[in-house]
């Protein structure tokens, strides 16, 4: 397995951990230079397509943000048609939908990318679908709705709100909210994210978008409530009075049953326990 990354927001000491793993090449390059993905894509028969800069960052540079995610994936796109690579799975996004208004959302839902990241994401499948009637590749687009887990980033756009609230609490302090907290997510753990990746790879199925979610609806106030009640702690959410526009996110995951056979198999209690041992063990929270 070879793994291409720019080092942009990997985490060293996991880079090092997957580096030293038997069959695994670690190889510094950017999605950006053709030559580099080329090179990478070298005796490749299958590729997941991770590389992106998240969401906060193309509404403050849409320019890089389309250089890496739109530019970026048509590099890998182009490299994997032209190297005769048999499979791409390409992680996609439930941003693609936008402020979705029908719950659960379903893949034929018309998207409505409000960001050039979102429409980066979209435009991967289309062009996936182009490559794919001139080569060999099958593909399956991966909607991800909001993951979290372990070893998450504190600046992941959807779902550091976890990570926030976590911080706060570990520091005795309530977790703020903005507005009366409706705002919604579909929080799904990254192991189960990290199963559908490997059933993704192994289907035959090809040519079609799947949501990667829970079916729940999780709020942001509800969040808070788990978190505390996790913690045993006895504080109240602080509520700032503040105009907030409320997103709802719930997958439907019909398609991805159907299609993989795959079903997310760790629910919200027990993932955020996941996370905050994590924490404990790194010493972020005692
Ligand atoms: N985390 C989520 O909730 C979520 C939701 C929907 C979709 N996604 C998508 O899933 C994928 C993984 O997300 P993540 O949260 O792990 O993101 P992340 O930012 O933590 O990881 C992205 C990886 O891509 C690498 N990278 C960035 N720019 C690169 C470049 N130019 N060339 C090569 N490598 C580059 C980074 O170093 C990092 O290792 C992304 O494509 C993201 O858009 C994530």
Redesign the pocket.
């Known amino acids: 397995m070879r793994i291409?990354?720019?080092?942009?927001?990997?985490d060293p000491k996991a880079a090092a951990a997957l580096a030293a793993l038997d069959g695994v090449e670690v190889v510094e390059?950017?999605?950006?230079y053709a030559n580099a993905v080329e090179g990478a894509m070298r005796g490749v028969e299958a590729v997941v397509?991770?590389?992106?800069?998240?969401?906060n960052k193309s509404i403050s540079d849409p320019t890089e943000s389309l250089d890496?995610?739109l530019l970026?994936t048509q590099n890998v796109l182009d490299a994997a048609a032209r190297g005769g690579v048999r499979r791409v799975i390409h992680?996609?996004?439930?941003?693609i939908y936008g402020n979705a208004t029908s719950l659960p959302t379903h893949e034929d839902t018309p998207p409505s990318p409000l960001t050039p990241?979102c429409t980066a994401?979209l435009a991967g499948e289309h062009l996936l679908s182009f490559y794919a009637k001139r080569s060999k590749l099958s593909w399956l687009a991966l909607?991800?709705?909001?993951?979290?887990g372990p070893g998450?980033?504190t600046d992941?756009?959807?779902?550091s709100v976890v990570l926030t609230f976590l911080r706060r609490l570990a520091a005795g302090e309530a977790p703020v909210i903005d507005g009366r907290g409706e705002q919604s997510m579909d929080f799904v753990h990254v192991t189960d994210i990290a199963r559908a990746v490997g059933m993704a790879l192994d289907s035959t199925a090809s040519g079609m978008a799947l949501n990667v979610g829970t079916g729940c609806q999780t709020t942001i106030a509800d969040l808070a409530a788990h978190l505390i009640r996790a913690l045993g702690m006895d504080v109240q959410p602080i509520f700032r009075p503040r105009e907030v526009l409320v997103t709802r996110r719930a997958a439907d995951i019909g398609r991805i049953r159907e299609t993989l056979g795959w079903e997310p198999t760790i629910g919200l209690e027990e993932g955020l326990a996941s996370v905050i041992e994590h924490l404990k063990v790194t010493g972020e929270l005692n």
């Open positions: 291409l990354d720019n080092r942009y927001r990997c390059g950017d999605v950006r397509h991770l590389a992106a800069v998240c969401l890496v995610n970026g992680a996609s996004s439930a941003s990241y994401k909607r991800f709705f909001n993951v979290y998450q980033q992941a756009y959807y779902t």
